[in-house]
C-alpha cells in the first residue's frame, strides 16, 4: 500500500446550491484524463472531491489531496495553478484551507 506524507485539505462554501453544483461539473473540465495523468506522475496519490450532506442549508465541498512527499506537492501546487485555478477563479466562495504532515 502506497502511504500518503502530506495532506492537503480544503473546504470550499458556496452561496447557493446552484453554484456548488456548477462547481461540481467543472471538475470534469479541469481533471481531465491528460490533467490526472501529469498529477500521478508528479506523485499525488488521490484527489477526492466530497459534497457535504448533512447540514441543511450550506453549500460546500471538501477537496482532498494526498501527496508522496514534499517534492510531490510542490509539483502538483504549480499544476493546479496551470490547470485548476484559472478554471475556478470566478467562483464566489468561502475557502479554508488546511495542509498536514500524516503521523498516524
Given at each position: 500500500m502506497t502511504s500518503s506524507k502530506l495532506i492537503n485539505y480544503t473546504t470550499r462554501?458556496?452561496?447557493s446550491d446552484h453554484?456548488?453544483?456548477h462547481y461540481i461539473v467543472k471538475q470534469n473540465e479541469i481533471f481531465t484524463?491528460?490533467?490526472?495523468?501529469?498529477?500521478?506522475n508528479a506523485r499525488m496519490l488521490r484527489r477526492v472531491l466530497t459534497k457535504l450532506w448533512n447540514k441543511e442549508g450550506v453549500?460546500?465541498?471538501?477537496i482532498l489531496f494526498?501527496?508522496?512527499d514534499e517534492k510531490a506537492f510542490a509539483v502538483?501546487?504549480?499544476?493546479l495553478e496551470k490547470?485548476?485555478?484559472p478554471m475556478v477563479k470566478t467562483f464566489i466562495t468561502?475557502?479554508?484551507?488546511?495542509?498536514?504532515?500524516v503521523v498516524h
Open positions: 462554501e458556496f452561496m453554484e456548488l453544483e484524463p491528460r490533467v490526472v495523468e501529469e498529477l500521478t453549500h460546500r465541498v471538501e494526498e501527496y508522496r502538483c501546487q504549480s499544476l490547470y485548476c485555478i468561502k475557502i479554508v484551507g488546511c495542509r498536514g504532515i
